[in-house]
């Protein structure tokens, strides 16, 4: 191995971490999640992966999303969003989005 090259991720090096909101149709069901690599963890969810609340109600469609500098910022955001209201969270959405287009194909 060359002198300065290391194997794996610098521990030193922030990984991105990512907030999201998946839904089924607009104004419907919402889950939150977040994550450091957001177009895996959505194909997970597009493709029936991810046990639990999300593939239950079908939530497979990315209506919104936010990147922030590591992970740990991003589940804060989640824990924080997690407490608001439903209006809050369906403002934030349409904000950015307001025909709730899945937002999948913009991200790969």
Not at 14 to 23: D, E, H, P, T, V
Not at 34 to 41: M, N, P
Request: no cysteine; net charge positive.
């Amino acid at each position: 191995m060359s002198p300065g090259l290391t194997r794996g991720p610098s521990k030193n090096k922030k990984m991105a971490g990512y907030l999201y909101i998946l839904s089924n149709q607009k104004n419907g069901t919402l889950y939150i999640g977040a994550t450091s690599d957001l177009q895996k963890r959505i194909w997970e969810h597009k493709n029936k992966f991810v046990p639990g609340f999300s593939n239950q109600y079908k939530l497979f469609k990315l209506v919104y999303y936010e990147q922030f500098e590591d992970v740990l910022s991003a589940r804060a955001r989640e824990r924080t969003l997690k407490k608001w209201n439903r209006d809050w969270k369906i403002k934030l959405i349409e904000t950015q989005n307001p025909n709730w287009k899945d937002l999948y194909q913009s991200i790969i």
